[in-house]
C-alpha cells in the first residue's frame, strides 16, 4: 500500500491523507481525510502498537471511510476522517498528543477529533490544550459519549429483534458480550435492567470483576463467546473479531455491537446471511458518540442520549425494511446508501462546510 497511496487514495475517493512525524515527541502517524463535502470530517485517535506502517496507514484509511458512511448513514452534515498514531517505547505520549493538538488546529475546523482505542480523556487533554477542534473530555465537552453508543447499540438490537421475531421480549432473549469497556458496561447494564440473559467475555480481570460485581451477569472465558448459544452476540471490543475461523463457530441469531468494522472483510456480511444470522451493521448502530459529538460541535446542543437512540433505532428498521424489500443484506445496502449519499454531497449544492468555517471564524474573532 505504502507505494500505492494514491491509487488507493483515488480508487475510494479520499481528499487528503498527512504523514505526520514530531521531533520533539517522536509522535508518527497519519492522519486521512475521506470527505469533508458534507462539512467537517469527524474522527478519533487511534494510538495502537502497529507492526508496520503500512498496516497504520492501511488503518487509517479503512477507518476514516467508515466514518464517512458512519455519517452518511446517520444524517449528519458531516464526513469521515481518522487519526492513528503509531504505539512506540520511545514515544512521550502527553507531548505527542499536544502535538496531535497543533496538527488539528492547523486543519483550521475541516477536521474534528475524539476518543479511540488507546486515546481516553488524559490524551484528549493534551490535544485540547492546543485545538478547539477536540471533543472536551471535561465538564465543557459533549459527555456521555460511550453512554450514547451503548444507547444506540441496544435500541439497534431491538430493531433487529422486532425486524426478525416482530416483538422484543428481553426476558425470553440471551444475549452474549464481548468486551466490558465504557460501551458493553452501559450495554450490559441496559440489557439486565430489561430482565434479559447476559453473558460476557472480557480479557482484563479487573474489568471483568468490577462489572461483574455491580451488574451480577456470568462471566465467560475470552473467546468462548463464539461457540455460545445465544440470540444476540454482541462485539464491544475491537474490530476484525468476525472473519473465516470465528465465523463458522457462531451460535448466535444476531450479530449487534460496537466495534467498528467488526467484519475482517465486507463479504462476511454475506456468509452471515448465508448461514442464517442477521447483522445489523456496526456503523449504523453504533453512531451514538458520533451524533453526540457532532451535533454539539456544529449546532451546539446536546443531544439527549434517548432521543439519539430513538434516531438510530428508526435508521435501523428502515435499513432493515428497505433491505428486506429489495433483497439485500443490511450491510451492502447501508453502504451503498452511504455511497450514494456522499456522491450526491459531490455532485453539488451547498457546502455546509463553507458556511461552518465561516461561523467557527465568525465566533473566533
Ligand atoms: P474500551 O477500550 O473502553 O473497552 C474495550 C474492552 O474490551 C476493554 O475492557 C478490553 O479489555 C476488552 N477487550 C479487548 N479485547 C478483548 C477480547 N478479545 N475479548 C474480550 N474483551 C476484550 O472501548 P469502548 O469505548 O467500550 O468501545 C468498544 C468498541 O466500540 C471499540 O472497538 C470502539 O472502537 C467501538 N466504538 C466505541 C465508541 C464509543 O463511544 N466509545 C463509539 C463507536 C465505536
Known amino acids: 500500500m505504502g507505494n500505492h497511496i494514491l491509487e488507493a487514495m483515488a480508487r475510494d475517493g479520499f481528499e487528503e491523507v498527512i504523514a505526520i512525524h514530531d521531533r520533539v515527541s517522536n509522535l508518527r502517524g497519519f492522519l486521512a481525510l475521506h470527505d469533508t463535502t458534507g462539512g467537517p470530517a469527524f474522527g478519533g485517535i487511534r494510538r495502537w502498537a502497529y507492526v508496520d506502517e503500512d498496516r497504520a496507514l492501511r488503518d487509517c ?9 458512519k455519517c452518511a448513514v446517520a444524517g449528519l452534515p458531516c464526513g469521515g476522517g481518522k ?34 482505542v488507546g486515546t481516553g480523556a ?32 441496544f435500541r439497534g438490537m431491538e430493531a433487529a429483534l422486532l425486524h426478525l421475531d416482530g416483538e ?34 472480557e480479557v482484563d480481570p479487573e474489568r471483568a470483576l468490577m462489572v461483574h460485581e455491580e451488574l ?35 451460535r448466535c441469531r444476531i450479530v449487534a455491537g460496537a466495534a467498528n468494522n467488526v ?39 446536546l443531544e439527549p442520549v434517548a432521543a439519539i437512540g430513538t434516531r438510530i433505532a428508526q435508521t435501523a428498521a428502515g435499513l432493515f425494511d428497505r433491505a428486506r424489500e429489495r433483497g439485500l443484506v443490511p450491510a451492502r445496502l447501508a453502504a451503498l446508501e452511504a455511497e ?22 465568525d465566533k473566533s474573532v
Not at 61 to 69: E, K, T
Not at 234 to 246: E, K, S, V, Y
Not at 273 to 301: K, Q
Open 83 to 116: 487519526l492513528v498514531v503509531i504505539d512506540r517505547p520511545d514515544l512521550d505520549i502527553e507531548a505527542g498528543y499536544r502535538a496531535i493538538g497543533d496538527y488539528v488546529e492547523r486543519l483550521s475546523g475541516r477536521f474534528y477529533t475524539g476518543p479511540d
Open 340 to 361: 450514494d449519499e456522499i456522491a450526491r454531497r459531490r455532485s453539488g449544492g451547498v457546502n455546509p462546510l463553507a458556511a461552518h468555517l465561516r461561523d467557527a471564524v
Open 216 to 250: 451480577d451477569i456470568e462471566l465467560i472465558d475470552a473467546s468462548t463467546e463464539f461457540d455460545s448459544a445465544c440470540d444476540i452476540l454482541a462485539p464491544c471490543a475491537l474490530g476484525g473479531i468476525l472473519h473465516d475461523l470465528t465465523l463458522t463457530r457462531l
Open 263 to 301: 467484519l475482517a472483510r465486507s463479504g462476511h456480511a454475506d456468509r452471515l446471511h448465508e448461514m442464517g444470522i442477521f447483522y445489523a451493521p456496526d456503523f449504523v448502530i453504533n453512531a451514538g458518540a458520533l451524533i453526540r459529538g457532532a451535533l454539539f460541535h456544529l449546532e451546539g446542543r
Open 61 to 69: 484509511l479503512r477507518l476514516s471511510r467508515a466514518m464517512s458512511h
Open 168 to 201: 422484543i421480549d428481553w426476558k425470553h432473549r440471551s444475549v452474549v458480550v464481548q468486551g466490558l469497556g465504557e460501551v458493553g458496561r452501559g450495554l450490559a447494564r441496559r440489557l439486565v435492567t430489561q430482565g434479559a440473559r447476559v453473558r460476557a467475555a
Open 122 to 153: 488524559r490524551e484528549l487533554a493534551c490535544v485540547s490544550e492546543r485545538t478547539r477542534f477536540c471533543t472536551d473530555p471535561g465538564p465543557d465537552g459533549p459527555g456521555e459519549l460511550a453512554e450514547a453508543t451503548a444507547e444506540g447499540v
